[in-house]
Every structure is written in C-alpha cells, then in structure tokens.
C-alpha cells in the first residue's frame, strides 16, 4: 500500500501528513508475529522501523507506522494492549515516539473492552509536536504522560546507578555435577556423600576445598535452607595449586572433564576444557565481595514468588541464585517490600508464568531510599518480618513457595490448603521422615490447628504492610501510606496465539491471585520510583563530571541496533488500512 500515491491530497501539501489517525490494530505478540509470517518479515521490521527490537508486539509497529504517516500539529488515537507501555515493545513504539518530537496527551491504561470479549485495552491519544497541557491520563489532569503511561519518571529505560554496583551477584556457574557430592542425583554423575565423608576422613584438608551448595532449590523448598549437596571448588587455583588436594582433582578429572569434552555447547571449548577444575563461571567477584561478611540476602533467580532470605557465608551458592551484599535486615526489608517487588515484576524478564531476578535490570536500577542499609525502622521492620517467617516456616514445615502460597491465596482459599495439609499429615504416621524433618526440630507445636496456622499467615500479610509502610516513609512518600491497601486480586497476561487454543473469544488467561498494590498504587510507585532513578542518575552524571569525568550514571540500556535513516519513519509497509 503506497500512502502518498493513494492520498497525494494529503501528502502533496504544505506539511504532509494526515491531520488524524484512528484506529484498532490487530494484536501479535511476539511469538505469533514471528511464527505467523514469512522467515523474514521480523526482521524486515526491525530494519525499517529503527531503534526497534527484542519482544516487540506487532502493535508498535502500527503506532510507529501512523505516526510517521501525521503532519506536524496531527494526532493519532489507537487502541493497544497493555504491552504497549511496557518492555520492547514500549521501548520500540512509544519511547521512540516521545523522543522524536510525539506528545502523549490522552491514555486510559486499563479500559474495559464493551461487549462479551473480557478484555482489558489501553488507548493511547498521540500528537506530532507539543500541544500545551495539562493532559488526560485515566481521567485526571497531568503535566507529563510518559512512555510507560506515568505521569512522571521519563521515557527512557532506568539507568544503571553506580551507587549499586559490586552489591549483586549471581552464583557461580559450576559446568559440571561432577563437582558436587549428591545423593539424590538421579543420572548418577555426583560422587555419593559416603565417599566424600571417606576422602575427608583420609585427609583431613580435603574439607578446605568442599563447600556447602546452595542453589534455588534450597532457598525456595526447604523450611530452614538445608543443603544436601556439597561441591568441590578450586576457586581460580593454577592447575599446580589444584593438584595439591589429589583425591578431589581425580574425582574432578574423572568426572568433569569428560562432561566438557563431550558437551556440545561452544562454550564447552576453551578455557573451561583447558581448566576442568574451575568452574564455568567462577564469580570470583561475589566471594571477594561477601568473605568478611558473616550473612548475605538470597533469591532464586527465577520463581513465581519472589522471596528474599538471610543465608550464612562459607558456602558455594549456585547460577540459580541471586545473592546480595547488604546489612542484613535493612537490605531484606527493601528487597522483599513492594515498592522493590514491582519495580523486579515490571522490569524483570520472564520464563514461562516466573520471574527472572536478574540484577542488572531488577537490582543495579532500583533507587533504594537514601542512607536505606543505616536506617534503624527498616532494621527493626525487617527483623520482625524475618524472624516471624522464619519461625512460622519451620513450624508448619513448608518452604518459602509454599508459605507464599498460603500468604498470596484468599483466606477460604488458604484454610483450605492448611486443612488438607493437615488431614495428610494426621492420616501419615511417618509424614517427619518422609518430608525430611530434622529429630531436633518438633512442627506443628506454635500452630496446632489449620486456623492457628491461618492467622499466623494473617499476621504475616500485617508485617509485610509494617514493612512495606517503613520503605515509603524512607523515601519521604507518607501521602502514600493511607493508599496502600492490599487486595487479592488476579493477575493477566495478553492472550496470544499460543494460548488461543485454550482461551475462546479473546479471553485472557488468568494467573494465580496474589496479595498486592492496586494497579492504580502499583503505577504510582512506579512512577515515583523511575523519577527517583532519572534524579540519582543525574546527582551521579554531575558528581562525576565534577570529580574530572569519572563515576557518572552508567546508561541505561537500549536496543539501537541501526542508526536511523533520514525521513519520517522508514519506507511504506503494508500494515493494513
């Protein structure tokens, strides 16, 4: 479809362009755009349409596609999907947009959609230029509607700010279970635990080179963090200073080397095949940072519930964790308040229904209230919390999943869970040894019954709000404070071709309930918080240029594969009428 050909009324006019564009897209999410079309047509795209990328819905496409197709002065108004204002496909439509001289001055985020379908859109009103405000957004007057569909904090991704580096890791990457010592390894490649208990017993000093592992498992299931595995660790030892432990570099030779050699991977060539005795990934950088201190904040890097932990140092931790350097209590009670979790939740990126913790989007962004790890209310909100969930973890005996299950779950809902739970228990005479109770610890003594357990899990949704009150008040946000109400509500994902079989009539799928913000309060700490960063970022880029060039904000990151081509927008695509 060529526009200036079919309309030359339009387009062979002083200022080109049409004076307005209304429309309803059809929506394509990623996977379908891609499957659903030739080879080539995402990428064709990308190539057309610059500073476009990753998982970017088609819809993008259609606002970047109008817009280019408006006179200055012109607007657009167009119905989306709620990925509009979030993750590539924000970052493709809407920040390119706002950058290249496009004002939002109208969005409802979430509308009903009129009729059977239960479908929630957003619309979005665009102009080519800046018309004066206030603006319209949900239905209250603004000065700002940002790509995110904020009425502060910018158009761009957060930047990464100095003031968070070398506080986050991620485990090391062993490459390899014949490091470990395991005996629940159904393919049989870890050494048996007798055998190491045997090599110790042989050689005492074999025990400075075998550590505790510590991987998602063990953060999220077990009610007091136990291991079960051990791990052999050499650190970054030469292949001579290894050899000084020779039982475990022959248990390592034997049993890695051999896995590297035959692994397909690219990276199985190299440096790890070269050095068998060092793991894949060694994170020297984590246990240089953590070996004077005596606890670390813990979280599975990819999970449904996003639950921190206090773990002691001394042990290996695995790539399946996230592990921080902060003051113990102060830094749990800022990572497990929601202001943190929906900062992680809306940045985050995603493996099926869970969230991936990775800490250079969730973490090295988030702008933690100032002086927050010397804070003595969030010391004593946090210390309450944890030793609270601690407690009524080990007395029920269920691990963190599990306890957030309960917590996120309507009461009817979760005294439902407990009193099936207990049935199972009371009908198994033997259910201590078979869920792994240790002889030392003595559950079900605190909260005897299904409705004792019920209201411990009441009381920790209260400290969890006690928590939550102490971060706003950190930031100075008290306004907040009468605001955020907690309700169990469901959550959304977009429904896409993938699910279509499923879901009939546009319907979308529903995830679990979880115990949350409104979105209205959600969007608003948000908001709050992104500004917060853009601010921290450029106290650091003018602190920087101050100290002679060095310490300013690291960018943020963004998808700019290809400079941008002179012209409006690119070469005309038929995108539909």
């Given at each position: ?186 393919r049989g490649v870890a050494t048996p635990l007798s055998e190491m208990e045997r090599l110790i017993a042989r050689d005492p000093r074999n025990a400075d080179r075998v550590f505790p592992y510590i991987g998602g498992e063990e953060v999220n299931d077990s009610p007091i963090h136990q291991h079960h595995r051990y791990v052999i660790n050499f650190g970054e030892m030469s292949e001579e200073e290894a050899r000084r432990w020779p039982d475990l570099f022959e248990v390592v030779k034997a049993k890695v080397l051999p896995e590297r050699i035959s692994s397909t991977a690219k990276s199985s060539s190299g440096r790890i095949t070269e050095k068998f005795w060092q793991f894949g990934h060694t ?295």
């Amino acid at each position: 479809f060529h526009w200036e050909i079919e309309y030359p009324e339009v387009f062979d006019r002083e200022n080109p362009g049409f004076d307005g564009i209304v429309g309803n897209p059809p929506f394509a999410g990623h996977v379908s755009l891609t499957e659903g079309n030739a080879v080539s047509y995402s990428d064709y795209l990308r190539e057309i349409f610059p500073d476009s990328g990753g998982k970017c819905d088609l819809v993008a496409f259609f606002f970047r596609r109008a817009f280019g197709q408006m006179r200055k002065e012109g607007c657009l108004g167009l119905i989306a999907t709620n990925s509009i204002g979030q993750g590539d496909t924000r970052e493709s439509g809407l920040r390119w947009i706002c950058t290249q001289g496009g004002t939002i001055y109208g969005a409802r985020k979430r509308y009903k959609w009129p009729g059977q379908a239960a479908v929630v859109v957003s619309v979005v009103h665009v102009a080519k230029g800046t018309p004066s405000h206030p603006y319209d957004l949900d239905g209250r007057d603004v000065p700002l509607i940002t790509a995110y569909l904020f009425h502060a904090g910018g158009h761009e991704n957060p930047a990464v700010l100095r003031a968070n580096a070398s506080k986050s890791f991620q485990g090391s990457v062993v490459r390899g279970m014949g490091f470990t010592f395991d005996d629940t390894d159904a393919r049989g490649v870890a050494t048996p635990l007798s055998e190491m208990e045997r090599l110790i017993a042989r050689d005492p000093r074999n025990a400075d080179r075998v550590f505790p592992y510590i991987g998602g498992e063990e953060v999220n299931d077990s009610p007091i963090h136990q291991h079960h595995r051990y791990v052999i660790n050499f650190g970054e030892m030469s292949e001579e200073e290894a050899r000084r432990w020779p039982d475990l570099f022959e248990v390592v030779k034997a049993k890695v080397l051999p896995e590297r050699i035959s692994s397909t991977a690219k990276s199985s060539s190299g440096r790890i095949t070269e050095k068998f005795w060092q793991f894949g990934h060694t994170a020297k950088s984590l246990y240089d940072v953590i070996q004077h201190l005596e606890k670390v904040i813990l979280v599975s890097r990819v999970g449904q519930r996003l639950a921190f932990t206090l773990l002691p140092t001394g042990r290996v931790f695995a790539e399946s964790t996230v592990v921080f350097a902060l003051n113990a209590f102060p830094g749990l009670c800022a990572l497990q308040s929601r202001a943190h979790e929906v900062w992680a939740r809306f940045f985050a990126s995603s493996m099926k229904d869970d969230l991936r913790y990775t800490p250079t989007d969730c973490f090295e962004t988030f702008p933690f209230s100032a002086g927050f790890e010397t804070n003595a209310a969030l010391e004593a909100a946090g210390r309450e919390y944890y030793e609270f969930r601690a407690a009524l973890m080990q007395d029920l005996w269920l691990g963190l999943t599990e306890i957030y299950n309960l917590f996120h779950a309507p009461d009817d809902e979760a005294l439902a869970r407990l009193e099936a739970l207990y049935r199972k228990r009371a009908a198994t005479p033997d259910w201590r040894t078979a869920e792994s109770v240790p002889a030392d610890r003595s559950p079900l003594t605190l909260y005897a019954t299904p409705a004792a357990a019920l209201a411990a899990v009441r009381r920790l949704r209260e400290l969890h709000a006690a928590m939550d009150a102490a971060v706003l008040t950190a930031y100075g946000w008290t306004d907040l404070l009468p605001k955020c109400t907690c309700e169990f509500l469901l959550d959304y994902e977009d429904d896409d071709s993938e699910s279509a079989a499923e879901e009939s009539g546009g319907r979308k799928k529903k995830k679990p309930w979880r115990y949350r913000w409104p979105d209205e309060i959600r969007d608003e700490v948000l908001a709050r918080l992104l500004k917060e960063n853009a601010a921290r970022a450029e106290e650091e880029r003018l602190a920087g240029a101050a100290a002679g060039g060095g310490g300013g904000p690291i960018p943020p990151k963004s998808k700019r594969p290809k400079k941008p081509k002179p012209g409006d927008d690119g070469p005309n695509l038929n995108l539909g009428t």
